[in-house]
């Protein structure tokens, strides 16, 4: 049987995460060979279980913790008759994707999201960080159970300490670039240039100026160090402010756009729909459900 692509998460979805207890009590666990764009981090909390990742074949035993890299073939097979829980944490990489402000982060970020095949990182219970990484996934398993005000945030920050638990546990080694690092120093003025000021109609020419360089050279050196050009960086980071604000302030959509540097409605519709894969009243309606679940009257 040839693996299939599992679509449980997309970046369709607001908040890429799905966090879940797979148990044996009501049916038989035998999970196919498949692949996901997601990482997936599995914490077997009772029993044992066969895990098969890109051909490879291990045992995960009570306490045993593994992470399967976006893009990877895996399965996992359980006896029969045996009791097992796993509590299982997927996230797309977008989640915790910067853009680039700051490379002393961005080096651990890309170095734990670029792992390459066969590289998993396997905690087993005698490894020097497992008490905290453990913690951390259950902390994480309790925040999207309960989605307190603000519990998206939190996850985001108990991932960025799973990464760090995991490189002090030598379990994947840091890449560090030096001439990536020079490239995004030469970008530094212009983007915190954009940072503070992307409400403004901030032109191309504007932001050679900043950068000395010229008009030409500043288009090909930005979209080969960022990976996107100049207008798309402006729209992603006008985008997120966007978000921001309408999830911190009672503000209808058009006040929002309009308050982060779009220009106008139709432009702000088209520029979000394309950054983000959904038109811009699905945030809308997040924000009204988690009100609904904190019990926070909506004055509009």
Same mark, same amino acid.
């Given at each position: 049987?040839?693996?299939?692509? %599992?679509?449980?998460?997309? *970046?369709?979805? &607001? ?7 797979? @148990?044996?009590? !009501?049916? /038989? ?99 020097? %960080?497992?008490?905290?990484? *453990?913690?951390? &996934? ?7 159970? @309960?989605?307190? !005000?603000? /519990? ?149």
């Amino acid at each position: 049987m040839y693996p299939y692509k %599992e679509y449980l998460i997309t *970046s369709k979805d &607001i908040f890429p995460v799905d966090v879940f207890i797979q @148990d044996n009590l !009501k049916s /038989y666990i035998d999970v196919k060979s498949h692949y996901h764009d997601s990482i997936e981090i599995l914490y077997m909390l009772k029993g044992t279980c066969q895990q098969q990742i890109n051909g490879h074949s291990l045992i995960l035993q009570k306490n045993d913790i593994i992470i399967i890299n976006s893009g990877d073939i895996h399965a996992t097979i359980c006896e029969r008759n045996v009791e097992v829980r796993i509590l299982v944490f997927k996230f797309l990489p977008e989640l915790i994707q910067t853009n680039l402000k700051n490379f002393n982060e961005t080096k651990y970020l890309l170095s734990f999201l670029n792992l390459p095949k066969n590289k998993n990182a396997f905690i087993t219970e005698e490894a020097v %960080e497992h008490e905290r990484i *453990s913690h951390i &996934i259950i902390e994480i398993y309790k925040e999207f159970l @309960d989605q307190k !005000k603000g /519990y998206e945030i939190c996850i985001k920050g108990y991932i960025y300490q799973l990464i760090t638990y995991l490189i002090r546990s030598d379990l994947f080694s840091v890449y560090i670039d030096e001439s990536a690092e020079k490239n995004l120093a030469v970008l530094q003025p212009l983007l915190q240039y954009i940072e503070s000021h992307y409400k403004d109609n901030i032109t191309l020419e504007q932001a050679a100026k900043i950068t000395n360089m010229s008009y030409y050279h500043l288009s090909r050196y930005f979209k080969k160090v960022i990976g996107s050009n100049f207008k798309e960086y402006l729209d992603y980071v006008r985008v997120i402010e966007f978000e921001k604000l309408m999830i911190s302030q009672e503000i209808t959509i058009s006040r929002a756009a309009l308050e982060t540097g779009f220009s106008n409605i139709s432009s702000f519709n088209r520029v979000y729909k394309r950054v983000r894969g959904y038109p811009p009243k699905s945030i809308k309606q997040k924000v009204q459900r988690n009100k609904q679940k904190i019990n926070i009257p909506s004055q509009s």
